[in-house]
């Protein structure tokens, strides 16, 4: 394909990135949904799932080492791109690590020394977010599996942010399956806690733990929004927002952050439910952060 088939723009994100920029303009321009980019897929021996060209379009993820140039050259050639334009792109690109050494929250970790991030990989992790009939933030359940990447790990420590306005003390952890509470460090000039859940054994490589635990918070105020940032490899990520019938929000839409303080990325509106909830999925999340925001009809945003 000459460049004349091609806007400038995805010339030059073809040449710069990012990977992910440049694939979904490069599906936009081909003109396809990602139903039917996952069929051309399938003609040449590629099996994707939907979630994951969707992740992979907005950054949330990337096709994984085992397969990448295979898949990708796939993609090449479906999208009509040059021949390892994607792949060169892929390969140059790195995941980027959240930068958990500055601000209120390296101040804290600081105190933990070695919190075992890279010990262990997170399987499966579903966040369920409950507000009340006032619209204030009630609590969230947190449900995660993991598997021990070495022998030795014991725990998982927790990273928990609360309201802008708020202090630390307003914000807490509850164990409820498989964990109890170990070390808690607040931050005493802002809305930062980290916590240390103990497993009660200690996990050799490749065992794996199913855990449960409820962060809960006292701020009066309505809420906005909630967060999760990757900082490990999470096979699956489920956030699920449910609002109470007496209190529906006017809008709600899902948002991106590259790390904990870039500026936020609209990335999608989330119709409720017939249950006055919403919810994302990610699959393979690598880096970054995502969220879900809402307004009320009282705001003017």
């Known amino acids: 394909m000459t460049q004349t088939g091609r806007s400038r723009e995805l010339g030059a994100l073809l040449r710069t990135g990012p990977f992910h920029a440049a694939l979904r303009l490069a599906i936009k321009e081909r003109g396809l949904t990602l139903e039917r980019l996952r069929a051309h897929l399938r003609r040449h021996g590629v099996s994707i799932g939907l979630s994951s060209l969707s992740n992979w379009q907005h950054g949330h993820s990337r096709p994984g080492r085992a397969d990448s140039e295979h898949v990708v050259r796939a993609l090449e050639e479906v999208l009509h791109l040059p021949r390892l334009s994607l792949v060169t792109l892929l390969a140059r690109s790195t995941p980027q690590r959240l930068s958990e050494h500055i601000g209120p929250l390296g101040e804290l970790l600081s105190e933990f020394g070695e919190t075992q991030g890279e010990h262990l990989a997170v399987l499966n992790r579903?966040?369920?977010?409950?507000?009340?009939e006032h619209g204030r933030f009630g609590n969230y359940l947190c449900r995660t599996a993991i598997r021990a990447r070495r022998d030795g790990v014991d725990r998982f420590v927790v990273r928990y942010f609360g309201a802008e306005d708020s202090s630390s003390e307003s914000v807490g952890l509850v164990p409820l399956e498989n964990c109890e509470l170990g070390r808690v460090?607040?931050?005493p000039g802002s809305p930062v806690m980290v916590a240390e859940l103990l497993f009660g054994?200690?996990?050799?490589?490749?065992?794996?733990?199913?855990?449960?635990?409820?962060?809960?918070?006292?701020?009066?105020?309505?809420?906005?929004?909630?967060?999760?940032?990757?900082?490990?490899?999470?096979?699956?990520?489920?956030?699920?927002v449910?609002?109470?019938?007496?209190?529906?929000?006017?809008?709600?839409?899902?948002?991106?952050?590259?790390?904990?303080?870039?500026?936020?990325?609209?990335?999608?509106?989330?119709?409720?439910?017939?249950?006055d909830g919403v919810h994302i999925l990610v699959a393979d999340g690598t880096s970054g952060v995502v969220g879900i925001q809402w307004d009320w009809d009282s705001d003017d945003a």
């Open 201 to 240: 054994q200690t996990l050799r490589a490749g065992d794996t733990w199913v855990f449960e635990y409820r962060g809960v918070s006292s701020h009066p105020g309505r809420s906005t929004e909630f967060a999760h940032a990757f900082r490990y490899h999470e096979k699956q990520y489920v956030m699920e």
């Open 185 to 187: 460090r607040r931050h």
């Open 242 to 275: 449910r609002f109470h019938p007496e209190c529906r929000p006017a809008r709600c839409r899902s948002y991106e952050r590259g790390d904990l303080y870039s500026p936020k990325r609209i990335t999608g509106d989330l119709p409720l439910n017939d249950r």
């Open 126 to 132: 579903y966040d369920r977010v409950v507000l009340d």
